[in-house]
């Protein structure tokens, strides 16, 4: 019996059985005479409900929410919590002939819990997440901010949050998008180009259209300055929960004996959870870079307010962020220690006359590209 590691954290016992066959002539064109069985185990994780289990992940929680131990006796673990890890075990399945893009531990078990908190003095809902965070650093928005980094792999100038822009400042990612779109028109156009390929630069030219209407039309979180955090989009598809949280939603991040208010901007992988904007990993941890997260332990605690979105969408007030967040807070129970003040980094459009309706539908939101 042989034992070994994957990359990606999975454990592989493995050992050859063999049997007396036929002649090889015979055996050569015999399907099974050959054969490897993958037979993948996987201890799906039971949801921390009580005190001394989530405080297993962060001591400080219950001192920061006295009123869990009010909410904990009767929350529910919510079903987000089963679907999200349903979703981790159709991953598995889908990629069990690519044992190199099979989900990997770390991702399988981020979540130690989703709870479903309600007071009982309030009636105020909120979801409690314990996860680790990842770092999101994407988004643009030419009305605050001229400059944004967008070399790393993955970036996208999108959140899922957005709002109809202020000014009429063009996106710096305008430019090379454009110029995309010609040389992939000149090859769709050339005669040489075989049906097959067309269809691909129809698809990519398509996707770049509506990459250029969203830049001209909106403006966008900014993961380096708006405290955001991302949550998996299967949340955002479940209508008749009546815990679903929508984009623009207040949460308050825990760590380490601190709190930090935080907005619901962007939308995530359904399999994976645990994600905030590079301003809040910075703060966490100095560190913290697009490619290195604050933190890989489920030491995390999300709390998500669902229906505290205010409407219409625009660019984060956080002054006025931290004493909704503070409120909303009181009405799960109080909270000890401090609420972070965030520091507005970046400049305040001109308000200019917007349109009423909301330019997202949180009904079924595009999931971010940030892997």
């Known amino acids: 019996m042989e034992t070994a590691r994957l990359f990606n954290g999975m454990e592989i016992h493995s ?3 063999t049997t007396e066959g036929a002649q090889a002539l015979v055996e050569r064109k ?6 490897l069985e993958l037979d993948v185990r996987v201890r799906v994780p039971q949801a921390a409900q009580t005190l001394d289990q989530l405080a ?3 001591r400080w929680i219950g001192a920061l929410l006295p009123g869990l131990r009010d909410e904990l006796p009767v929350a529910k673990v919510s079903d987000f919590y089963h679907g ?14 690519r044992l190199d893009q099979i989900v990997s531990r770390h991702n399988f078990f981020d979540c130690n819990t989703i709870l479903e908190l309600q007071n009982p003095q309030t009636n105020r809902k909120a979801l409690l997440i314990q996860s680790d965070m990842d770092v999101n650093a994407d988004g643009s928005d030419a009305d605050r901010v001229s400059d944004v980094e967008g070399s790393t792999a993955n970036f996208q100038p999108f959140t899922s949050y957005r709002w109809f822009k202020r000014t009429s400042k063009a996106s710096q990612f305008i430019p090379e998008r454009e110029q995309k779109l010609k040389q992939l028109q000149s090859e769709y156009d050339a005669k040489a180009t075989p049906p097959e390929r067309k269809k691909v630069l129809k698809d990519q030219m398509d996707q770049l259209l509506r990459d250029l209407n969203d830049l001209k039309k909106y403006s966008f979180l900014v993961a380096k300055a708006d405290p955001f955090i991302v949550l998996p989009g299967f949340m955002f598809r479940q209508p008749n929960e009546p815990f679903q949280p929508r984009l623009g939603d207040c949460v308050v991040v825990i760590y380490q004996g601190k709190l930090y208010p935080a907005l619901l901007g962007d939308v995530g ?3 994976k959870i645990g994600e905030a904007s590079l301003r809040i990993c910075n703060q966490l941890d100095p560190r913290s870079t697009a490619y290195n997260r604050p933190s890989s332990d489920l030491n995390i605690t999300y709390i998500v307010f669902p229906d505290s979105a205010e409407d219409p969408p625009g660019p984060p007030d956080l002054q006025k962020l ?4 503070s409120a909303l807070l009181k009405e799960i129970g109080g909270y000890g220690g401090e609420l972070w003040n965030w ?3 970046l400049s305040k459009p001109s308000p200019e006359p917007t349109p009423s309706a909301s ?3 949180t009904a079924s939101p595009q999931e971010s590209a940030t892997p």
Not at 322 to 325: G, I, K, L, P, V
């Open 269 to 271: 992988p359904s399999y």
């Open 15 to 17: 050992k050859v059985t």
């Open 343 to 345: 520091e507005d980094i």
């Open 56 to 58: 297993a992940a962060d």
């Open 84 to 97: 999200l890890y349903q979703l981790k075990v159709d991953a598995v399945n889908r990629t069990l002939g």
């Open 322 to 325: 931290h004493a909704r967040c």
């Open 30 to 35: 015999t399907p099974d005479s050959y054969l």
């Open 359 to 361: 330019p997202f539908t």
